[in-house]
């Protein structure tokens, strides 16, 4: 069965970076787009980073284009996302999620989530 | 940049039909996607290509999606049903999200 295990999640100060991974199972990895979404505390889900299935296309949110780095390695079946220059507002648990649906990106997996803190 | 507006909460007695709606720009011509998220937990899909279910979700869960507007409805609420909703687009090359509502089984 499909299985995403976040991974990296802590507590980090302003400025500093931080790399999350997404350890991905039970599916054809290189078959599909991988996503980052993250939920603060008490809010909602905001969408953070895209990546097509070969690594060709990346795509992000404003909120973090330039700091935040998506990545995978195939061979791993690893999704990664390297934060840079954190701030408060980043704190968030972190979900990888499957991109389904095509051309219209649902997710029908998502992994449990990784909590990141950013805080002096 | 596409904004989605959903209501912040809805309140329905069990076995009522609850109706969440999340509005934006000409949204009948894009796809729609819902998730259902209780707490500490992970969303679930409950409905996606703005009216198909995935297997494992009950009937009582359906979509509709038209103009300004999409809807997700619930009939036969149960208090298992009593969670944060949200909706989804893709809007050129990223992804929407909708505010969420908190749905009340009173």
């Known amino acids: 069965h499909v299985q995403l295990v976040e991974s990296g999640g802590g507590v980090v100060q302003p400025g500093r970076s931080l790399r999350l991974s997404c350890a991905a199972s039970?599916?054809?990895?290189?078959?599909?787009?991988m996503h980052w979404v993250r939920q603060a505390p008490g809010k909602g889900l905001e969408w953070v980073a895209l990546?097509?299935?070969?690594?060709?296309?990346?795509y992000y949110a404003a909120s973090v284009k330039g700091r935040f780095t998506i990545s995978r390695d195939n061979s791993k079946n690893t999704l990664s996302l390297q934060m840079n220059s954190l701030r408060a507002d980043d704190t968030a648990v972190y979900y990888c999620?499957?991109?389904?649906?095509?051309?219209?990106?649902?997710?029908?997996?998502w992994g449990q989530g990784t909590l990141v803190t950013v805080s002096s | 940049s596409y904004v989605l507006i959903q209501p912040p909460s809805v309140s329905v007695a069990p076995g009522q039909t609850a109706r969440i709606t999340c509005g934006g720009n000409?949204?009948?011509?894009?796809?729609v996607h819902w998730y259902q998220q209780k707490p500490g937990q992970a969303p679930v899909l409950v409905v996606y290509?703005?009216?198909d279910r995935p297997s494992g979700i009950p009937e009582r869960f359906s979509g509709s999606n038209s103009g300004n507007t999409a809807t997700l409805t619930i009939s036969r609420v149960e208090a298992g049903d009593e969670a944060d909703y949200y909706c989804?687009?893709?809007?050129?090359?990223?992804?929407?999200f909708g505010g969420g509502t908190k749905l009340t089984v009173l």
């Open positions: 989804q687009v893709w809007h050129t090359s990223s992804v929407v």
């Open positions: 290509d703005d009216r």
């Open positions: 000409n949204i009948g011509s894009k796809s």
């Open positions: 990546i097509w299935y070969d690594g060709t296309n990346r």
């Open positions: 039970g599916f054809t990895f290189t078959n599909y787009g």
């Open positions: 999620a499957r991109q389904d649906c095509a051309s219209t990106s649902c997710f029908s997996y």
